[in-house]
């Protein structure tokens, strides 16, 4: 726990962790051992500019604290957003978007005089509305009286698509 107690200071410091902490010391029955191992971390984090502050002990060996980062997260400086999600961590099904394509197909109907619309969409997408959606833009001509026309493209995001109205 010692040298623990010396290594977490670092790794704070190096991975310029903040917020509250808690670090789970193991095994310190002992008043002693545990006032041993808090100096350490005392004195430790005592040249940490992330102006750190060691809040409390509980009975089970938990140490809670709280650290200010001194600068932005390694991994802000280090990685930027995902260009296809913008950062979120998740894309849309493809089921999701043969569910748009189908409100953006309907919203468009009637607006403007054309022969037909042409759909673009990823691979995934297409292949879903050509299989187990086939039926619904069967059902999406007969009711707007239009031909749907399905082309993939494989350059799209997974949740990209476009209708175009020919």
Excluded: W
Aim: some cysteine; glycine content about 6%; charged content about 25%.
């Amino acid at each position: 726990n010692l040298e623990a107690s010396v290594t977490i200071a670092r790794q704070l410091r190096l991975r310029n962790l903040g917020g509250i902490i808690i670090i789970d010391f193991i095994d310190m029955l002992e008043a002693a051992h545990r006032r041993q191992v808090m100096d350490a971390l005392v004195a430790s984090l005592a040249g940490d500019h992330g102006r750190a502050q060691i809040a409390s002990e509980s009975p089970l060996g938990l140490v809670a604290m709280t650290r200010k980062r001194t600068r932005e997260s390694l991994e802000r400086l280090m990685c930027k957003p995902c260009p296809t999600c913008d950062g979120r961590g998740q894309v849309k099904t493809a089921e999701t978007v043969c569910y748009e394509i189908f409100r953006e197909i309907l919203r468009q109907h009637g607006q403007f005089n054309f022969k037909e619309y042409v759909v673009l969409a990823q691979p995934d997408v297409i292949e879903l509305l050509l299989d187990e959606e086939a039926a619904s833009i069967a059902e999406l001509e007969e009711r707007t009286g239009k031909s749907i026309r399905l082309q993939t493209e494989g350059l799209y995001a997974p949740d990209q698509f476009d209708v175009v109205l020919v």
